[in-house]
């Protein structure tokens, strides 16, 4: 997409509706119901909703697995290996974009094409104030999630299941969460601070980037009880501040968590990275991220199946779990997707013969 403003193409989109004369109620007289959503605000939906649009990746996966039908567009296109674990319902679908990173806005035009009767956003985007008030003028209602911290995902489950009218499919996903939490941060909270893993988090294709303690995007290693030996920026929305290779080896990692596929096949092989303690000891881990990010980028539900493994990478003794059969638990319930023990391997990225364990 070109680096229009979102002010801009608002305009050029509401210039396109008038000229139509599409700038019409889309709710219409339909049964209605009133909900509420996370920022308080009261809103009238049609009964039954079936046509939803989701602006931010974090919101639009939750959607997608509580009831893929009411999607009616995508944020950014499904890759070829991720469609054998997703909902046929999402195949179909345009590609609306959305905001996630700098320079990102939806298509409004294909957006209005889809004629959705809710909008769901993200409260943290800065840039939602225009397109609301476009929204308004459409005469779509919009809705604001607040979803971020894993421990508040139960209570957001729940809230997107209420505006989606789907509460008993939320009520199942939430549970799992809440059971997983409960499974992981008591023994967590056990740990002295001393014996804490240093973990260090590796993006970007030289491994250089990184996010630090308490930052929305490194979440997990706070939450499985790594010490992010990165302080880093928590006010900084988007992440990845760079670091050098020099920090990088006084940090002394003992666990690596890496987000590039091509990084992580050269690490092993670089004379620098080889005096980094977790690559002399080779725990160095490349995140799964089929169909979404188990991690980070964006941080979506997969998170709750990625603590599991985060934690028992940190502290495999005090988190002795079979990774396998706990992947075959949650895509079940969450992607509606069987695991065979290939779809294992391929998801964890493993070599041929080697046990996914």
């Avoid at 999402?90 to 590609?95: A, E, K, M, S, Y």
Wanted: hydrophobic share 45%; aromatic share 10%.
């Amino acid at each position: 997409m070109r680096n229009f403003s979102l002010q801009a193409i608002v305009r050029g989109a509401l210039l396109v509706l008038l000229a139509g004369g599409f700038l019409l109620p889309l709710v219409g007289d339909a049964a209605a119901r009133e909900v509420v959503d996370m920022v308080g605000r009261r809103i009238d939906l049609p009964d039954p909703l079936q046509r939803v649009y989701v602006a931010s990746p974090p919101e639009n996966h939750l959607a997608c697995i509580i009831d893929p039908s009411l999607m009616v567009g995508l944020n950014f296109p499904l890759k070829d290996r991720d469609r054998k674990y997703l909902p046929l319902d999402l195949w179909r679908l345009p590609v609306i974009g959305g905001f996630f990173g700098l320079g990102h806005t939806p298509n409004l035009e294909v957006l209005l094409r889809t004629e959705p009767q809710l909008v769901i956003c993200w409260q943290k985007n800065a840039i939602d104030a225009q397109f609301d008030d476009f929204l308004k003028r459409a005469g779509i209602p919009v809705a604001y999630m607040t979803l971020e911290a894993l421990q508040d995902y139960p209570r957001d489950i729940r809230a997107m299941g209420r505006l989606l009218g789907r509460p008993r499919r939320a009520e199942e996903l939430a549970v799992y969460a809440e059971e997983t939490l409960r499974q992981i941060l008591p023994k967590v909270a056990d740990i002295p601070k001393s014996e804490r893993v240093r973990v260090y988090y590796a993006e970007g294709a030289d491994g250089l980037s990184t996010d630090g303690r308490g930052t929305w995007h490194a979440e997990l290693i706070d939450l499985a009880g790594g010490l992010n030996v990165h302080e880093g920026d928590v006010e900084d929305l988007y992440g990845m501040e760079k670091v050098s290779m020099e920090q990088v080896l006084l940090y002394r990692p003992e666990v690596i968590l890496v987000q590039d596929p091509t990084f992580f096949q050269r690490i092993y092989a670089s004379p620098q990275w080889r005096r980094v303690p977790a690559v002399k000891n080779r725990r160095v881990y490349l995140i799964p991220r089929i169909p979404f990010n188990w991690f980070d980028r964006p941080p979506c539900f997969m998170r709750l199946l990625g603590l599991k493994w985060v934690a028992r990478i940190l502290y495999p003794q005090r988190f002795p779990l079979d990774i396998g059969q706990e992947m075959r638990e949650f895509y079940r319930l969450f992607l509606r997707s069987e695991l065979t023990a290939e779809d294992i391997r391929i998801i964890l990225e493993k070599p041929q013969g080697e046990h996914h364990g």
